[in-house]
């Protein structure tokens, strides 16, 4: 619950509150929040930790690793 809260008030504004406001798949094939973290949990870790390069992510760096990690379990169960 602790990661669903985070990403609910943090993360849901602009990933939306099943994760799937964003696709970044191809045309082929959809890829959102809970694609990702289930697939390459060690990517979506380094950028929940430091933000993405080039976007207006924000990074969850001051909530500490828990918090982190919580928000990366969390975002695994989320819609692929």
């Not at 809970?34 to 949990?41: D, F, I, N, V």
Request: hydrophobic residues 40%.
């Amino acid at each position: 619950n602790h990661g669903r809260a985070i990403f609910q008030s943090v993360c849901a504004a602009c990933h939306g509150f099943d994760g799937r406001a964003l696709d970044w798949g191809d045309h082929d094939e959809s890829a959102y929040v809970g694609t990702e973290a289930s697939a390459a949990p060690d990517e979506v870790f380094g950028k929940i930790l430091n933000g993405h390069p080039g976007v207006a992510m924000v990074n969850l760096r001051p909530f500490g690793e828990k918090a982190i990690l919580d928000v990366l379990s969390y975002a695994a169960t989320l819609p692929q």
